[in-house]
């Protein structure tokens, strides 16, 4: 199993916000962390990536214990967050943005044929800088950039914020895709009808615990959940 949280506590400071948290990601499988604002969700992908550690619990990964392991050593592990403000070099065009993830990559990914393939928009991008393409252009760039390295473990934070309809549907379409690949993906996502849509399961979260963990479906027929927890 990829991806295993168990008792996982995290602070800021005294701020305790994970308590005793768990979960897993299964191989190929896309799971789904929701919750209101300020609950635990970007702190998980945090503790997980190495970001912020946590003071108690373990993260295993591909069978190997990597609680509070340096970032660039879980990157290495294959392990790509792509954070909410997406952090793309604005001042490099698309291309470049993409040909230094791939030449800093620790092993390849993705071939930039590959990516023009599922991303044509960047293609057709190619040449302007990361200051001059859109919101959305922006959050496809950011995933692009994680899809060039040896990713085995894609965690998305929030990557349809503040973008048009359209554009959410064009974005869902390529983690669609990314999935037929066979990519682990842990997403956070504050739209949940977008979240439902495209996770094999899903777990809810509230003040850093886990209060619900079952299938898309199951969420959906969950009044009291969706009520209590995420204000549907």
């Known amino acids: 199993m990829p991806l295993i949280l168990e008792g996982v506590n995290t602070f800021y400071g005294d701020s305790h916000i994970l ?35 946590p003071r108690s619990g373990t993260i295993t990964f591909e069978g190997r214990d990597i609680t509070g392991q340096e970032m660039m ?9 792509v954070p909410e403000e997406r952090r793309i070099f604005t001042n490099l065009t698309v291309a470049e943005n993409l040909k ?32 001059e393409i ?6 496809m760039l950011a995933i692009a950039r994680a899809l060039v390295q040896d990713t085995r473990l894609l965690m998305l934070d929030e990557p349809t914020e503040g973008l048009a309809p359209l554009i959410v549907r064009e974005v869902e379409g390529i983690i669609r895709e990314i999935k037929t690949q066979g990519m682990t993906i842990l997403l956070v996502e504050q739209n949940l009808y977008s979240a439902l849509s495209l996770a094999d399961r899903c777990y809810v979260i509230d003040q850093g615990s886990i209060k619900f963990e079952g299938k898309p479906e199951e969420l959906r027929g969950d009044t009291e959940v969706l009520s209590r927890y995420l204000h549907v």
């Open 134 to 139: 859109s919101g959305g252009e922006k959050q």
């Open 100 to 131: 230094l993830a791939q030449v800093t990559a620790s092993k390849p990914g993705w071939s930039l044929k590959d990516i023009y393939a599922r991303f044509p928009r960047l293609q057709e991008r190619a040449t302007h800088r990361g200051d």
């Open 19 to 53: 308590k005793d948290l768990s979960l897993r990601v299964n191989e190929g499988e896309t799971v789904a962390l929701l919750g209101r604002n300020g609950v635990g969700k970007t702190t998980t992908l945090k503790s997980i990536v190495g970001w912020v550690p």
């Open 73 to 81: 050593k879980n990157a290495r592990a294959g392990i790509s967050l």
